[in-house]
C-alpha cells in the first residue's frame, strides 16, 4: 500500500539549514519558483563521460567538471565552493574543500575538474558572495556541522526529484487539449501510474472547461512513496550520529507549513539551526533541475547581498553505488501487441525513469526461436510506460551505446573501456514463427547513469491470432446489451470489433467496446450491445492490426428467452407445474430423462391460462411412477426456437385426490321446471354428495368448492360442520350454494382437496349452479291461431322457449328482460321446453296445466 510521502524530518532539515532566510510565516508560504545561477556539470568515469542529467549517483574517483554559467555583466563575484561529507559523525579534511573563482577567465573558459576522493559520500556546494573570510567560514561551518549539511545534501536531491515528477504530470497535462474530458481522464490516469502521484480526483466533478486548469494547477497533486527516490538520495549512516535531531537539541524550533507549492505535502518544518549563521552569512537552498549538462537552480527566497549575505546551497548525486530503477509490468499478466503502429510497454514502479534522464539507451530485447530481435525504446510519461521505436527503427542495436556520440552527447576518447555487457544475436524482427504460438516474451535492459540494468520481461505478441470463436454460454436476446466472451490463439492485437445484425436490419455495423477477460488467457470480454430487430444470425467482423484480412464470428440471438423460476412435481402425478415468466415459448420438459410433459391447454378443469404458471402434463393413459418424496431430479425445457434450459427439482409427496361416489339433489317441489341435466342445482337447493380419498383424509384438510376463475370460493370441513367423515377414505359434504355464494352466484362449480399444508390436488367438476325464475300459470285464448300467455317473476333467468326439445322454432327472452308475462305459441298439452340462461345447453321440460285467457292488457311481446 503505497504511503503519503511525508518528509517531515528530511523537509526540516532544508528548514534548519536555512532557518534565518525568512521570518517564520514567509517561510511557510514560499515557493521554489524564482530562477537562479546556471551550472554546468558533467561526470567522467574511466573514459565514459555523461552529462549531470544522466547521473543518479557518484563514485569514488569520478571526475566532476563544474563550470559556471554566469552572465558576462555578472557585477557581484561569486565563489563556488565543493565540498565532499563522509557523513554526520565525521568531518571532512580541509583537502575536501575546493574554492572556484567563478570570475576567473580560465574558469569561466574551461571550467574546472575535482576528483571524488575515497570514503566521500556527499557533495554539495555553495555559491557565495566574495567577502572576506568567506571560504573559511564557508569551511567552518561545514565542519564544525556536518550532519545538518549531510541530511541537506539528501533532502536537497530528494525535493528534486519529487518536483521533477510533480513538473513532469504538469507539463505533459498540458499538452491534452482542455475540452477533452475523456482525454483528461486518460493522460492523467497514464502519468498517476508511471509517476507514482495521485492527481485531485474533485477535478473530473468539474464541467469539462475547467478540469484542465484544475489539474494542472500546482499543490493539487499527492505524491505516493515508492522507495526509490529515497533510495538514490542516500540514507544517513546507522548509529548514533544518525539521529539529527538529537545532534542539534540544542536549537529551538519553531514553524509549520508547505515546503513547496509543487512537492504539496504537509509537513512540520523544524529550524534546527538558528544559530548556523554569521554577521556575513545567511543560507538559502537552491533546488537543481538538470537539463543535459545544465543544473537549473530555483530558489524558495530573494538572494540578499547586504550582510548577511545570502550562500545558495546545491546538492550533486550521492556518492554510493547505482541503486537500479525497479521497474515492473503494470498488469503481469497483460501481452503487448508489436503488430500496433504504436506500441507503449505499461510499466510502473520507478517514477524517476519518466521524470530524469538517468535511465538511457532503453532497448527491449525479444526472445524466441527465429523471433530474436533488439528494439529502442523511449519512457513517455504522456503515453503511460515505455514507447518503441517505430517499425523502421526497430534493428540490431550496439549494446554499447556510452560510445556512441548520439547516445550521450558528449565524445569519447577509448572505445576499448566500455561497460562489459554481453551482445545478444543481431537477427531481422520481420520473422516468421514457426508454431501456432503467438506469444513471445521481451527483457527490458538499458543504463541507469553509467550501469547497465536488466528490467522486467514483458509479454508480447508478434502474429495476429487466428481461430477466433465464441466460448460464453449464455443465449443472446435481441434488443438486448450483455458480455460475451471470444477466445483464439492470441488477443492482444484486436483493434475493432463490429456488430453486423444482417441485411435485413435498419441498422449497419457498429463497433463494440471489449477488454481482456478476467482470469482467463486469449479471451477477451466483448459488451455487446444489440440493437432491436427480427431475432436471428448476426456475424462479428474481428479486424487485427498487421494483418488486413477480417475474421468472422458467427451469432445467434434469440427473444427474450421464457424464464424458469421453478417446477413443482408431486409424487405419483400426471401433471407439474412450472412457475416463471413468458412460459408461451416451453415446447415440453423432460423429467428424468425418460417423462416427457407437455403444456395442457386451458380448460374449466384446469382453470385459465396464466402468464406466470404452466400446468404441464404427462400423454394420457401414461402411469407415472412413484418417486421417493425429496428426491432430487434434472428436467430440460425445450423452447419452441430450439433452445434447451436446464431446471432442478425436488420431488414433493404426493397431492391429495378424491373422487366423487355420488351426489343428490333436492328438486324444488314448487316449480313445473323440470331439470334436464342432473349436474345442474338450483342455487336455492343444497347438494350433497359423497368423496372417495386416496389417501387417509385429515381431520384438519378441507375440500375446497369455487368456480372456473374462483371468484366464487368456499371450503366446506369437518370443524365447519358441512364435512362429515364416514371412514378415514369415505367424505360426505353438504353445499348449500344460496348461504356459500349469494344471489347472484351460477355457472360451473368445481371441487379440490387441500392438504392440512396448502398442497392442492386436482380440480373434478362438481355441478352447474342455476337459478330458476318463477312460472305462476299458462293462459291461452280460444282462437288456437292467437298466442298464449306465460306469467311469472324473474323471468331474465329464461335463454328461449320452444314446443319440441330440439328448438326447432324458439322464442328468445331479450337480456335484461324486466316484464312479467311471456307470450310464446299455445304448447301441447305435455308442455314446452325451456332453456336457462345459466346453463343454456339443457333443454329442461316444463308441464303447466293451460288456463283460459283472462281479458288483459295486451302483454309485452318478446
Not at 818 to 831: E, N, S
Amino acid at each position: 500500500m503505497a504511503k503519503l510521502h511525508a518528509r517531515s524530518s528530511s523537509l526540516g532539515t532544508i528548514a534548519l539549514l536555512f532557518g534565518l532566510c525568512l521570518p517564520i510565516h514567509a517561510v511557510d508560504a514560499a515557493r521554489f519558483d524564482l530562477t537562479g545561477p546556471k551550472i554546468d556539470v558533467h561526470v567522467t568515469r574511466g573514459t565514459h563521460t555523461l552529462p549531470i542529467a544522466q547521473v543518479p549517483n557518484l563514485q569514488p574517483g569520478d571526475k566532476v567538471w563544474l563550470h559556471p554559467d554566469l552572465p558576462p555583466t555578472q557585477s557581484v563575484h561569486y565563489l563556488l565552493v565543493a565540498a565532499f561529507l563522509r557523513g554526520t559523525t565525521n568531518p571532512p579534511p580541509d583537502n575536501w574543500f575546493t574554492l572556484i573563482q567563478t570570475w576567473n577567465k580560465k574558469v569561466r573558459e574551461e571550467g574546472v575538474t575535482i576528483t571524488v576522493p575515497d570514503e566521500a559520500q556527499q557533495v554539495i556546494l555553495f555559491l557565495a558572495p566574495e567577502t572576506g573570510g568567506d571560504f573559511s567560514t564557508l569551511r567552518s561551518a561545514v565542519r564544525g556541522r556536518p550532519g545538518v549539511f549531510v541530511r541537506a545534501s539528501q533532502d536537497l536531491l530528494e525535493a528534486g526529484f519529487e518536483q521533477a515528477r510533480i513538473e513532469t504530470y504538469l507539463a505533459n497535462m498540458r499538452r491534452v487539449p482542455p475540452d477533452d474530458s475523456k482525454a483528461l481522464a486518460e493522460h492523467s490516469d497514464f502519468l498517476a501510474r508511471t509517476l507514482n502521484l495521485k492527481p485531485n480526483t474533485d477535478c473530473f466533478k468539474k464541467p469539462v472547461d475547467a478540469q484542465a486548469n484544475c489539474l494542472t494547477q500546482a499543490g493539487t497533486q499527492t505524491l505516493l512513496d515508492d522507495g526509490h527516490g529515497t533510495t538514490v538520495a542516500a540514507a544517513l549512516s546507522n548509529g548514533p550520529g544518525s539521529d539529527l535531531i538529537n545532534q542539534a537539541s540544542y536549537t529551538s524550533m519553531a514553524g509549520a507549513g508547505l515546503y513547496s507549492a509543487y512537492v504539496g505535502a504537509v509537513v512540520d518544518l523544524v529550524r534546527l539551526m538558528s544559530g548556523l549563521h554569521t554577521a556575513k552569512y545567511q543560507y538559502i537552498p537552491a533546488i537543481a533541475f538538470p537539463s543535459n549538462e545544465a543544473l537549473n537552480l530555483r530558489l524558495n527566497t530573494p538572494p540578499s547581498f547586504h550582510d548577511p549575505k545570502s550562500v545558495i546551497v546545491i546538492g550533486l548525486p550521492a556518492i554510493q553505488t547505482a541503486v537500479p530503477p525497479p521497474l515492473r509490468p503494470s498488469d503481469p499478466k497483460a501481452i503487448t501487441c508489436l503488430l500496433r503502429p504504436a506500441v507503449v510497454l505499461p510499466v510502473e514502479g520507478a517514477p524517476l525513469v519518466f521524470s530524469t534522464a538517468f535511465a538511457h539507451d532503453l532497448v527491449l530485447h525479444l526472445e524466441g526461436p527465429g523471433r530474436e530481435a533488439i528494439i529502442p525504446l523511449t519512457a513517455d510519461a504522456f503515453r503511460g510506460g515505455l514507447v518503441l521505436a517505430h517499425p523502421p527503427a526497430r534493428k540490431p542495436l550496439s549494446l554499447d551505446p556510452l560510445s556512441e556520440t548520439e547516445s550521450t552527447g558528449l565524445g569519447t576518447e577509448n572505445a576499448s573501456d566500455k561497460p562489459a555487457t554481453e551482445k545478444p544475436k543481431p537477427v531481422s524482427i520481420a520473422t516468421t514463427p514457426s508454431s501456432d504460438d503467438t506469444t513471445i516474451s521481451g527483457t527490458v535492459t538499458g543504463f541507469w547513469g553509467f550501469d547497465p540494468f536488466t528490467g522486467p520481461i514483458v509479454r508480447l505478441q508478434d502474429t495476429p491470432g487466428h481461430d477466433w470463436k465464441l466460448v460464453s454460454t449464455d443465449p443472446l436476446i435481441a434488443g438486448k446489451s450483455q458480455h460475451i466472451l471470444l477466445a483464439a490463439t492470441g488477443t492482444a492485437c484486436l483493434e475493432t470489433i463490429k456488430l453486423d445484425p444482417g441485411p435485413n436490419s435498419a441498422f449497419g455495423p457498429k463497433d463494440q467496446t471489449f477488454k481482456n477477460a478476467t482470469d482467463r488467457i486469449n479471451t477477451v470480454d466483448v459488451a455487446l450491445t444489440l440493437p432491436p430487430h427480427d431475432p436471428g444470425a448476426l456475424h462479428l467482423a474481428i479486424h487485427q492490426f498487421g494483418v488486413p484480412k477480417i475474421d468472422t464470428v458467427s451469432l445467434t440471438d434469440y427473444s427474450e428467452p421464457a424464464r424458469l423460476d421453478g417446477l413443482t412435481y408431486h409424487s405419483g402425478d400426471a401433471t407439474a407445474q412450472l412457475t416463471g415468466a413468458s412460459l408461451d415459448q416451453v415446447q415440453k420438459l423432460v423429467l428424468n430423462n425418460d417423462l416427457t410433459f407437455t403444456p395442457t391447454p386451458a380448460s374449466p378443469d384446469t382453470g385459465p391460462a396464466s402468464e406466470k404458471d404452466l400446468r404441464l402434463s404427462l400423454p394420457p393413459n401414461f402411469s407415472p411412477p412413484q418417486f421417493r418424496p425429496g428426491t432430487h431430479l434434472n428436467a430440460q425445457v425445450s423452447l419452441k426456437d430450439g433452445r434447451t434450459l436446464p431446471l432442478s427439482v425436488t420431488v414433493a409427496p404426493s397431492r391429495p385426490s378424491v373422487s366423487i361416489i355420488s351426489k343428490n339433489v333436492n328438486q324444488p317441489s314448487d316449480t313445473p321446471i323440470h331439470l334436464a341435466d342432473l349436474n345442474d342445482l338450483p342455487a336455492d337447493q343444497q347438494l350433497t354428495f359423497s368423496l372417495k380419498s386416496g389417501q387417509p383424509f385429515s381431520r384438519t384438510a378441507s375440500i375446497e368448492i369455487a368456480n372456473s376463475d374462483e371468484s366464487l370460493r368456499t371450503s366446506l370441513s369437518v370443524a365447519s360442520g358441512n364435512l362429515i367423515l364416514q371412514s378415514p377414505h369415505t367424505l360426505l359434504a353438504t353445499l348449500d350454494p344460496l348461504k356459500a355464494f349469494g344471489s347472484s352466484a351460477f355457472g360451473p362449480l368445481r371441487l379440490r382437496p387441500v392438504a392440512p399444508d396448502g398442497t392442492t390436488g386436482d380440480w373434478l367438476p362438481l355441478a352447474t349452479l342455476v337459478r330458476l325464475p318463477t312460472l305462476k300459470d299458462l293462459r291461452c285464448p280460444s282462437d288456437a291461431t292467437q298466442p298464449c300467455i306465460v306469467s311469472g317473476s324473474d323471468l331474465y333467468l329464461v335463454d328461449s322457449i320452444a314446443m319440441s326439445p330440439d328448438f326447432s322454432d324458439p322464442t328468445y327472452v331479450p337480456e335484461g328482460f324486466v316484464g312479467t308475462t311471456l307470450a310464446l305459441p299455445r304448447p301441447p298439452k305435455t308442455g314446452f321446453f325451456l332453456k336457462l340462461r345459466d346453463d343454456p345447453t339443457s333443454a329442461n321440460p316444463v308441464t303447466m296445466p293451460i288456463l283460459p285467457q283472462q281479458t288483459l292488457a295486451t302483454p309485452k311481446a318478446p
